[in-house]
């Protein structure tokens, strides 16, 4: 594979395992990491990495150049949390970078683009269970909004000048190599960290607060499957699923293998934003043109990252 691939954001919770993954299936050489700060060892180690500021159109245009590549993985964003308390800085980051690729496959210098939307894009008003792929969509946090002008954004240049670029929208993704960081559903990360150091944990969102999450594996699973699919011919951002859970049923599959486990219940301003969020998601369109299903349920999860953070074996 003389084309190669780019993943901007490759120190984050999701870029991480990406590179891994997408080195494992095209090797080594031909996946190029990329980030504003250096990456885990494991990424670092494994591959070529680049230090790049998805802002400077020059920086990135010299290692696309540089490489050849021909596919992009854009990664890097401000999320829900955090971005409350940046809203400009978000929204310049969350669509200038977005415009910075989407100009590359538009002058034809690259040829794909995957760039994540999120359920973020849903709001108050959308259906809360098993929203569907085509709803009501608005979004009441500034993530969400830049989300929803980003996918809007993709379909403009999809359409108007051809654009191969492929999104979906991830529901909060649970993993252990990388820790999240500014998420509304980051709660459900650190919990297992707490869970396993402290026997308890304080959650920012109330216990029966429903949220669609995802183990890693399938996150990685989905976006790889989409940008190996045939071209559809319209742009879509693919509403994915796999579980629904609160923090109090996560707590319960934790305390299966942690019986000593306790959960207190401290809400801050975070609570806003899951509140304007579906409980769960109807993926049945990405099923039907990709053939996408989730594989990993709530015990597998639970298993899983009590395994990759060696509390169990
Ligand atoms: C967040 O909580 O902001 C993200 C997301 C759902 O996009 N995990």
Redesign the pocket.
Known sequence: MNQKILIIGSSGQIGTELVLKLRQIYGNENVIASDIRKANYEVMESGPFELLDVMNKDDIYEVVEKYNIKQVYLMAAM???IAERNPKKAWDLNMNSLFNILDLAKDKVIDRIFWPS???VFGPDTPKEETPQNTIIKPITV?GISKLAGENWCAYYHDKYGVDVRSVR????ISYKTT?GG????YAVEIFYEAIRRKSYASFLTKNTTLPMMYMDDAIDATIKLMQADNTGEYIAYNIAALSFSPKELAVAIQKYIPEFEMNYKPDTRQEIADSWPKSIDDSKANNDWDWKAKIDLDQLVKSMLQGLHYLK
């Open positions: 999320l829900s949390a999120s359920i973020a993530y991830y529901p909060g993704i999240p998420g509304t559903t980051d």
